[in-house]
């Protein structure tokens, strides 16, 4: 039984001390312009004077603390998918197969159609799910790699004049 009133004595006392914090804030930020107030007034009383502004230089930030964007110190580059530190062995040379080879550059990057897959011939774009072959560097779709998983593993293929086992 005093345990129980105990309770319920800490518990009014808890909300008459979150009553006076929320009282406090009310007082102290001004909710509504009233009458004869302008909302320059207002804001003052919120935000301060020193508000910073692009078009004052002397309100302009002058610390790092106050610009929005901090410069990274970065010593190593890491991988987004494993967090590791990427090595420049690890990295591999990406090739893709043009849709007709005899084309100048600037005729193939005004195209619609500029690459296609070496195994299966599908032109590639941007909603289609790619994937490079990590010997040789190949672009193939994810379709052509589901193929060859349900081919036999053991039977070699040839990308470019290469032999992949």
């Known amino acids: 039984m005093l345990d129980r009133k105990n309770k319920i004595a800490?518990?009014?006392?808890?909300?008459?001390?979150?009553?006076?914090?929320?009282?406090e804030l009310?007082?102290?930020?001004?909710?509504k312009v009233f009458k004869g107030e302008s909302t320059k007034d207002v804001a003052t009383?919120?935000?301060?004077?020193?508000?910073?502004?692009?078009?004052?230089?002397?309100?302009?930030?002058?610390?790092?603390?106050?610009?929005?964007?901090e410069e990274k110190d970065v010593e190593?580059?890491?991988?987004?998918?494993?967090?590791?530190?990427?090595?420049?062995?690890?990295?591999?040379?990406?090739?893709f197969t043009a849709v007709d080879p005899n084309i100048t550059e600037t005729k193939r990057q005004a195209s619609k159609s500029r690459w296609k897959c070496p195994v299966t011939g599908d032109i590639l774009t941007n909603k289609q799910a790619c994937v490079v072959i990590k010997?040789?560097?190949?672009?193939?779709?994810?379709?052509?790699?589901?193929?060859?998983?349900?081919?036999?593993?053991?039977?070699?293929?040839?990308l470019a004049g290469k032999v992949i086992n």
Not at 84 to 93: D, F, G, Q, R, T
């Open 26 to 31: 009310e007082e102290a930020i001004p909710k």
């Open 45 to 69: 009383d919120r935000f301060g004077s020193g508000t910073a502004s692009f078009w004052d230089a002397s309100k302009a930030p002058t610390t790092k603390k106050e610009s929005a964007f």
């Open 10 to 23: 800490l518990t009014k006392k808890r909300k008459l001390k979150q009553a006076k914090e929320e009282a």
């Open 135 to 158: 010997p040789t560097g190949d672009v193939v779709t994810q379709k052509a790699v589901d193929v060859m998983k349900k081919g036999n593993l053991k039977r070699k293929l040839t």
């Open 76 to 95: 190593k580059v890491l991988d987004p998918v494993t967090g590791s530190v990427l090595k420049l062995k690890k990295l591999v040379k990406v090739k």
